[in-house]
């Protein structure tokens, strides 16, 4: 099976936990980065107090037979996996040996492409405005001591990339820059002609396929589009006389459909209330009759 790499970026630690626990019995190989950037729902200090709370649990007669507490992000969210899992047991053991974290992104990680559990988010599972925590700046407060450390390295790592995007961009695109500008036009139109045999141009007919003649010199498109830069876009007509009759035109079926929609709205308005509407007309009718008799 395929191993997931996994980006703990806005994962919730106990959601994240659980759909990973499953994957890992069914045989799969996990591997999750940005372990400090998982969140825990609830306040920060709410949070923070309960991980601290557990610190005082220990064998009262020998502290070396645990239990043990971890401090970092990666080691935190460890425990809670194992406690979803039957870690006693042999298959229980094997799945939790299948499983790799980390804090920050490695270097051999950094190209491969990275998933997420839509079910985990923190986004998709947490109404807007709930409280929410850092798994990172918990771990920082508690004792975690790597924080500063990662966050140098993602800025070097940043450095890094811009700088060798920079470069390719330089290598890829600057020479086109220079096809597409004035000076190099002439230079283009030299080489592309050196490899053709000195013939008139003028008497040359479509020898290339569709090019078009500048100075006497027949020129293909590829190179003569180089100077059009600035295209103007199309008019709907250019007739003055014939836009008007088209906006007119659009302007009647514009009412047409308007009217069409209010005596709809009408007639079923009329359908649906015809006490109220029929019989008071029918008496103004009569009345009027009346009074013209």
């Not at 979803?84 to 270097?107: Q, S, V, Y």
């Not at 035109?249 to 359908?271: A, D, K």
Request: net charge positive; proline share 4%.
């Amino acid at each position: 099976m395929k191993t997931l790499v996994i980006d703990g970026k806005s994962h919730l630690l106990g959601r994240l936990a659980s759909v990973c626990a499953k994957e890992l019995l069914n045989g799969r190989k996990i591997v999750i980065i940005r372990c400090e950037k998982i969140e825990i729902s609830g306040k920060h200090i709410k949070n923070k107090f309960r991980l601290l709370s557990r610190f005082k649990k220990r064998t009262n007669t020998n502290p070396k037979h645990g239990p043990f507490h971890f401090r970092s992000p990666s080691q935190i969210f460890w425990k809670g996996l194992r406690g979803m899992l039957p870690h006693k047991t042999k298959k229980g053991t094997w799945a939790l040996l299948n499983i790799r974290l980390f804090e920050g992104i490695p270097n051999a990680l950094r190209n491969i492409k990275k998933m997420n559990f839509a079910s985990a988010l923190r986004i998709n599972r947490l109404f807007p405005g709930r409280k929410f925590s850092n798994l990172g700046e918990i771990a920082s407060e508690i004792g975690w001591t790597q924080k500063k450390f990662i966050i140098e390295a993602q800025k070097i790592k940043k450095f890094s990339r811009k700088t060798t995007s920079k470069v390719f961009y330089e290598k890829n695109y600057y020479n086109r820059k220079n096809l597409e500008s004035e000076n190099n036009f002439n230079e283009i139109v030299s080489g592309y002609l050196k490899g053709i045999n000195p013939v008139n141009f003028t008497e040359m007919n479509d020898s290339f396929g569709g090019e078009k003649k500048k100075n006497n010199i027949l020129l293909p498109n590829k190179i003569l589009a180089l100077k059009r830069k600035d295209r103007v876009p199309k008019r709907i007509t250019s007739n003055p006389e014939k836009r008007e009759y088209l906006f007119l035109l659009i302007r009647m079926i514009y009412i047409w459909y308007i009217n069409h929609l209010l005596f709809s709205f009408f007639g079923l308005y009329v359908s649906q209330n015809k006490k109220r509407v029929i019989k008071p007309l029918i008496r103004r009718t009569v009345s009027y009759q009346k009074l013209l008799i």
